[in-house]
C-alpha cells in the first residue's frame, strides 16, 4: 500500500523532496500547520509550494479503476484513507466513456 509518483521531468531533487514531504502528511486535524512548516523549512511562499507540487501526480498502487486498471489519483493527502476505503471505483474517463453506465449500473 504505497504510492507512486510521476514528476515533471523539469523538477529538481529538492523539489521532489519537498512532494513526498507534502505526501507524508497524516494527521487529520492539522494540515494548515503542515503546508507552514513545509513553507518554512523550504523558505517559499505558499503559492510556489502549490506552484511546484502541482508538477508531481501521485497514485495509489492498490486502488485501480474495475473498468480499465487506472490507479487512483490523489488530490490532496486526505484523499487517502477515503479512497482505500472504496469497494469499488470507476476512474472519470470510463465513465464519461460509458455515458455513466458505470455509474448507474451500481
Request: glycine share 4%.
Given at each position: 500500500?504505497?504510492?507512486n509518483?510521476?514528476?515533471?521531468?523539469?523538477l529538481?531533487v529538492?523539489e521532489?523532496?519537498?512532494?513526498?514531504?507534502?505526501?507524508s502528511?497524516?494527521?487529520?486535524?492539522?494540515?494548515?500547520?503542515?503546508?507552514?512548516?513545509?513553507?518554512?523549512?523550504?523558505?517559499?511562499?505558499?503559492?510556489?509550494?502549490?506552484?511546484?507540487?502541482s508538477?508531481c501526480?501521485?497514485?495509489?498502487?492498490?486502488?485501480?479503476?474495475?473498468?480499465?486498471?487506472r490507479?487512483?489519483?490523489?488530490?490532496?493527502?486526505?484523499d487517502?484513507?477515503?479512497?482505500?476505503?472504496?469497494?469499488?471505483?470507476?476512474?472519470?474517463?470510463?465513465i464519461?466513456?460509458?455515458g455513466?453506465q458505470?455509474?448507474?449500473?451500481?
Amino acid at each position: 500500500m504505497s504510492m507512486n509518483f510521476v514528476f515533471d521531468l523539469a523538477l529538481e531533487v529538492t523539489e521532489k523532496r519537498l512532494c513526498h514531504e507534502y505526501w507524508s502528511y497524516v494527521s487529520p486535524s492539522d494540515y494548515i500547520a503542515h503546508l507552514e512548516l513545509l513553507c518554512y523549512d523550504h523558505n517559499m511562499e505558499l503559492d510556489k509550494l502549490f506552484a511546484t507540487l502541482s508538477k508531481c501526480q501521485v497514485y495509489l498502487d492498490d486502488v485501480h479503476c474495475e473498468y480499465c486498471g487506472r490507479p487512483y489519483q490523489l488530490d490532496v493527502p486526505a484523499d487517502i484513507p477515503y479512497a482505500r476505503k472504496l469497494n469499488s471505483w470507476f476512474c472519470d474517463g470510463c465513465i464519461s466513456f460509458s455515458g455513466g453506465q458505470l455509474v448507474l449500473g451500481r
